[in-house]
């Protein structure tokens, strides 16, 4: 799997962001503050989803600690991604009472539904655990 690009509508402290990736591995360095440990939960949060808790557990989630800074309604972005020759591009708003996610086969031009299976075999069987361990390090 490689990944193409990504835009950040609103995620945190990071608005209207988009990176292209080259071929070969990436290595993400800033200043203290600069987002680093923002975009690593805006990836991981684009693979797995990202769960909301309900009362005081709410305040400490990661969809509390990463809402859009400036209040946006465009709480998430757009993941593309390529394997096997076929693009995908997956769309998320982390929005409550907005389509929660949209996964794309654009080489086919199909909308595909994003389910638990979809995801594993799309990410080869990468589990959000495996993922903060291996391919991207916090």
């Known amino acids: ?3 193409h690009r990504i835009h ?4 945190g402290k990071l608005e209207n962001l988009t990176l292209t990736f ?3 591995i990436h290595l993400i360095t800033g200043e203290s503050e600069a987002g680093k440990s923002t975009l690593h939960a805006f990836l991981q949060s684009m693979f797995f989803g990202m769960e909301r808790r309900r009362g005081r557990a709410a305040r400490t989630d990661l969809y509390s600690r990463y809402l859009p800074w400036k209040g946006s309604s465009t709480y998430g972005g757009v993941l593309e991604l390529e394997k096997g020759g076929v ?3 997956i769309h998320r708003n982390f929005e409550k009472n907005i389509q929660p996610c949209t996964l794309l086969d ?3 031009a199909r909308q595909l539904t994003p389910s638990e299976a979809n995801f594993a075999e799309l990410l080869n069987g990468l589990t959000p655990t495996l993922y903060r361990n291996t391919p991207s390090v916090g």
């Open 8 to 11: 950040i509508n609103h995620f």
């Open 1 to 3: 799997m490689k990944i």
């Open 22 to 24: 080259s071929q070969g």
């Open 87 to 89: 693009r995908y591009a």
């Open 106 to 108: 654009e080489t086919h």
